[in-house]
């Protein structure tokens, strides 16, 4: 489980909001460590978003392989801000709960050609 803890953030996708308000995300995320498949996580997320940020959260059905299943909380918060027409910065926090529980980050540049 932890490394499927560790893997979460790195497959999160950033969410780039067009309407404001409230939505529902549903979102599975598998781990895998060169070819072997070490589990799933599914957020089942209720959200509200602006014109350029978003925070949602909800509970996450934790599928590791070969262990039995789990239900903890998981949620996410966003957003991006264009520096320009063509460039612009995203970051994002999530965290789950567990026995000890797991943060991500992630910041990038998105530039639109």
Known sequence: MKKIIALLPATLL???????????????????????????????HVGYEGANWYVQGGPALLAPDDADGDVELSGKAGGSYGINDALSVYGEFSFLTGDTNGYGTKAGLKYNF
């Not at 950033?14 to 529902?24: E, F, K, T, W």
């Open 14 to 44: 950033a969410a780039n909001p067009v309407l404001a308000g409230p939505y529902a995300n549903v979102e599975t995320n598998s781990g895998f460590v060169g070819s072997d498949y070490t589990g799933s996580v599914t957020d089942v």
